[in-house]
């Protein structure tokens, strides 16, 4: 079982970006809590972020074939893009939609998103530590699903 973690716009400055909203921690913290994690739970880690849309529809398209599930942190681009849902449509791996902050409780434009439809579940408001429930989510997931 593979999982890859895909980290949309402006995450690459976790750590100094915001930090009253979005912690401390930066994204190489998270790269090794979350292969950590995978290891603890006998999985394969892909771990990934761009700033652009583009970018990411194509790492989206190469998951395909190699990955079972994805755990995506879109970003802003969560709000905006349907190119993005789409690819996940597209490729028919299972998604889960994350979020370090609590979206519903901040900008009404952050209270919409484009992926929660596809998504099997959505994980948003417990920081840096989200990536790991993710992680056990998508897990428990595939093991119910195949
Ligand atoms: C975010 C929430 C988005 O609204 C925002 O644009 C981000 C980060 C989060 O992890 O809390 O860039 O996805």
Redesign the pocket.
Known sequence: TAILILN????NLLGTRQPD??GHTTLADIEAMCRNKAKALGVELGFGQSNHEGTLVDEIHAARGLYNGIIL???????TSVALRDAISSVELPMIE??????HA?EEF?HTSFLSAIAVGVI?GFGAKGYGLALEAMVGHLETAG
């Open positions: 949309g716009p402006n995450l909203v979005y942190n879109a970003g802003a681009y969560t709000h994350l979020h370090l902050s609590n979206v901040r952050r948003c």
